[in-house]
């Protein structure tokens, strides 16, 4: 399996972006794929997942409202959109995935993903 996020970039304080997660190889069709987020000096973090098998999404507190995942199943993509974008959302974020389904209480741990992909920069402005 094979991700490859894009879409990251250097936004003002308030605008959106679009992220992008591409998947080949032998992906999972009901697998989830979570959207995951570092800050400089911080901890990996989750943000946001979505459940391929039940179309079910799951958010952190800190996106809830302001940030969306979807996918094109036709284009084996999972979108992140972002909205009203903080400084404090500055991060690298990495799309991952499994081979098999997870419950949706598990969905926002790292260590339940196995396959990630290299990361984009997302720099928010004050």
């Known amino acids: 399996v094979q991700l490859v996020e894009s879409g990251g970039g250097l936004v003002q304080a308030g605008g959106s972006l679009r992220l992008s997660c591409a998947a080949s190889?032998?992906?999972?069709?009901?697998?989830?794929v979570g959207w995951f987020r570092q800050a400089p000096g911080k901890e990996r973090e989750f943000v946001a997942a979505?459940?391929?098998?039940?179309?079910?999404?799951v958010y952190a507190d800190s996106v809830k409202g302001r940030f969306t995942i979807s996918r094109d199943k036709a284009k084996n993509t999972v979108y992140l959109e972002m909205n009203s974008l903080k400084p404090e959302d500055t991060a690298v974020y990495y799309c991952?995935?499994?081979?098999?389904?997870?419950?949706?209480?598990?969905?926002?741990?790292?260590?339940?993903?196995?396959?990630w992909g290299q990361g984009t920069l997302v720099t928010v402005s004050s």
């Open positions: 979505l459940d391929k098998w039940t179309s079910g999404t």
């Open positions: 190889g032998r992906t999972s069709s009901s697998a989830p």
């Open positions: 991952a995935t499994r081979d098999g389904r997870l419950v949706t209480s598990a969905m926002n741990r790292a260590g339940q993903y196995p396959y």
